[in-house]
């Protein structure tokens, strides 16, 4: 039984081809993973405050694009659970957050949404804490028994805040989605090799 050669042209020809679907599956690989990111905040992720800051701010990796009737930024901030009402203004790579009124004691959650430097929408969040100045009445006075309703408060509050508060505002591309992309494209190159190859036996 003979073994079949290829012409050096159909050779080249297929190295280029395969080539070509591994340049496009790593673009859309690299495509879901160069959005801007979050670099600093004020305040920090996790940070406890001795007092309330009268401002959040949020400073990316690029700048962020802002669109005319399209509210390219969306943050939701929230105390406890419970949604507070902010404004919030975006310049260059800040956006500064502003509380409608003074931020009292308790733990907050701050999500946001914005549009990255290459036009896709970047979702994230962080979590920090206001110390009350003295204890209040109430917290001196309290029973030993509160602590289970505590527990259990804040055992709900962990299972909100798992998800996503400002996926009301719109969807995003999931970078999955680039990769499934990819994927496809890949696939069918390889489909096309194989039915030339059937074709030149």
Same mark, same amino acid.
């Given at each position: 039984?003979?073994?079949?050669?290829?012409?050096?042209?159909?050779?080249?020809?297929?190295?280029?081809?395969?080539?070509?679907?591994?340049?496009?599956?790593?673009?859309?690989?690299?495509?879901?993973?160069?959005?801007?990111?979050?670099?600093?905040?004020?305040?920090?992720?996790?940070?406890?405050?001795?007092?309330?800051?009268?401002?959040?701010?949020?400073?990316?990796?690029?700048?962020?694009?802002?669109?005319?009737?399209?509210?390219?930024? +969306?943050?939701?901030?929230?105390?406890?659970?419970?949604?507070?009402?902010?404004?919030?203004?975006?310049?260059?790579?800040?956006?500064?957050?502003?509380?409608? +009124?003074?931020?009292?004691?308790?733990?907050?959650?701050?999500?946001?949404?914005?549009?990255?430097?290459?036009?896709?929408?970047?979702?994230? +969040?962080?979590?920090?804490?206001?110390?009350?100045?003295?204890?209040?009445?109430?917290?001196?006075?309290?029973?030993?028994?509160?602590?289970?309703?505590?527990?259990?408060?804040?055992?709900?509050?962990?299972?909100?805040?798992?998800?996503?508060?400002?996926?009301?505002?719109?969807?995003?591309?999931?970078?999955?989605?680039?990769?499934?992309?990819?994927?496809?494209?890949?696939?069918?190159?390889?489909?096309?090799?194989?039915?030339?190859?059937?074709?030149? +036996?």
């Amino acid at each position: 039984m003979k073994s079949m050669t290829l012409p050096k042209t159909t050779l080249t020809r297929l190295s280029a081809v395969i080539l070509l679907a591994i340049l496009a599956l790593f673009t859309s690989i690299t495509a879901a993973s160069a959005h801007d990111e979050l670099v600093s905040s004020t305040p920090k992720d996790g940070a406890t405050l001795k007092e309330a800051p009268e401002k959040l701010t949020l400073e990316f990796s690029g700048e962020l694009q802002t669109m005319t009737g399209v509210e390219s930024t +969306k943050v939701v901030l929230k105390q406890d659970g419970k949604e507070i009402e902010t404004t919030a203004a975006t310049k260059g790579k800040v956006v500064t957050v502003t509380p409608a +009124k003074e931020l009292e004691a308790g733990e907050y959650d701050l999500a946001f949404r914005v549009v990255s430097s290459d036009g896709h929408p970047v979702e994230n +969040k962080l979590a920090f804490t206001i110390e009350s100045a003295k204890p209040t009445p109430s917290m001196v006075n309290a029973p030993s028994e509160s602590a289970q309703p505590s527990e259990t408060a804040q055992a709900s509050d962990s299972t909100e805040a798992s998800q996503n508060p400002v996926q009301a505002a719109g969807s995003s591309m999931s970078p999955v989605l680039w990769v499934v992309i990819g994927v496809v494209i890949l696939g069918g190159v390889i489909a096309v090799l194989a039915k030339f190859m059937r074709n030149n +036996k």
